[in-house]
């Protein structure tokens, strides 16, 4: 989570605006997801199908029905960090699928019908988009 006690900190005590910058920068770059093998059980649990990366990380996790990919589904890169989570329905993609803060891929009956790139000012609203991206996350993960 976001340090608060460092950027208080600077504010204390004045740095020069670049420094201040690189700082915010750095700590919203350590500001990642729980990792998944953090919360493994917790993603088998709430999910019917697990697939894994070749070194046993968490590569994907999915809702079934009746055998076939339904509701919501999380993907993971290869370091365990979640990427993208939408939803299936009967088996195919639909629906908007957000990966990250900044993207969205939005598909129809599985197809790709556009993505939507978010340009954000203010890091502020670069980390608010993070933050929802990462509460949904553990939302479905059943952690909050």
């Known amino acids: 989570m976001f340090n608060v006690t460092l950027v208080n900190l600077s504010i204390v005590y004045p740095m020069p605006f670049t420094t201040l910058y690189f700082l915010t920068a750095l700590i919203c770059l350590q500001i990642t997801f729980v990792n998944a093998q953090v919360h493994k059980v917790n993603i088998i649990s709430s999910f019917n199908k697990v697939d894994y990366y070749s070194d046993s990380t968490i590569k994907a996790a999915y809702k079934t029905k009746k055998g076939q990919y339904h509701d919501y589904a999380i993907e993971f890169d290869s370091t365990g960090n979640p990427t993208s989570i939408g ?5 195919v993609k639909t629906g908007a699928w ?14 790709l019908i556009y993505i939507s790139v978010s340009n954000y000012d203010l890091l502020s609203e670069r980390r608010m988009a993070e933050a929802d991206f990462e509460n949904l996350f553990l939302h479905l993960i059943r952690i909050r």
């Open 98 to 111: 957000r990966h990250g803060c900044c993207k969205t891929f939005h598909y129809k009956n599985g197809r």
């Open 87 to 91: 939803k299936y329905k009967k088996g």
